[in-house]
């Protein structure tokens, strides 16, 4: 299976200060068709996950502009560029190019 | 609007079956392939299983295949999970998802928690 590794997994956060988590691949995530199937996900306490972005760095419709995805394999990145306070939660990277989907330990922002 | 309702979850002795189940409502069902990934509580994510538009072609972590099943009924816009061989290993928040784009999961349901225990 694909081993996705992220970093940190824990990052406190000044209000208004950017913030940045990153993710590598075990393996190039270039699938037959050309694509990297390279996804961020939000998870707030108590709620199911949440996509931000899809294809590294396509941002979902309703995501803050703050938001924003880039790399190409093996390493990617979430950047926030000014964090508030909604943006508390566990951030995953889940890469679905090969089968089984594989995500990574997941990111814990949280404010200082 | 899309929405997804999972239901099925509950107690369970080891070794024992679950069926879950997952409505969907606000999309051409049979148009989308379906998702099946598990979060024990506090802990990270696992695709599980998935399935695609026609029921075709199904899909499984090494950790369930041989025990659990994928399937749908388009008929009834919902996706189903059964379950067999249960562990403690399987304790966990089963979510259904949809899959749009080809490579992601846009929409999650709200999950149903399974627990195995004597």
């Known amino acids: 299976d694909v081993v996705m590794t992220q970093s940190p997994l824990s990052l406190p956060v000044t209000l208004g200060q950017p913030a940045s988590i990153s993710c590598r691949s075990s393996?190039?995530?270039?699938?037959?068709?050309?694509?990297?199937?390279l996804n961020w996900f939000q998870q707030r306490p108590g709620q199911s996950p949440r996509r931000l972005i899809y294809?590294?760095?396509n941002r979902d419709s309703g995501v803050p502009d703050r938001f924003s995805g880039s790399g190409s394999g093996p390493d990617f990145t979430l950047k926030i560029s000014r964090v508030e306070a909604e943006d508390v939660g566990v951030y995953y990277c889940?890469?679905?190019?090969?089968?089984?989907?594989?995500f990574g330990q997941g990111t814990k922002v949280e404010i200082k | 609007e899309v929405q997804l309702v999972e239901s099925g979850g509950g107690l369970v002795q080891p070794g024992g079956s679950l069926r879950l189940s997952c409505a969907a409502y606000?999309?051409?069902?049979?148009?989308?392939?379906m998702h099946w990934v598990r979060q024990v509580p506090g802990k990270g994510l696992e695709s599980v299983s998935a399935?695609?538009?026609?029921?075709?072609?199904?899909y499984y972590a090494n950790s369930v295949r041989g025990r659990f099943i994928i399937s749908r009924d388009n008929s009834k816009n919902t996706l189903y999970l059964q379950m067999g061989g249960l562990s403690a290993e399987d304790m966990a928040v089963y979510y259904c998802?949809?899959?749009?784009?080809?490579?992601?999961?846009?929409?999650w349901g709200q999950g149903t928690l399974v627990t195995v225990s004597s």
């Open positions: 294809g590294v760095s």
């Open positions: 399935i695609s538009g026609n029921g075709d072609n199904t």
């Open positions: 606000g999309f051409t069902f049979s148009s989308f392939s």
């Open positions: 998802a949809r899959e749009w784009p080809p490579g992601s999961n846009d929409h």
């Open positions: 393996q190039i995530l270039v699938f037959s068709d050309g694509n990297t199937y």
């Open positions: 889940m890469q679905g190019t090969h089968w089984p989907w594989t």
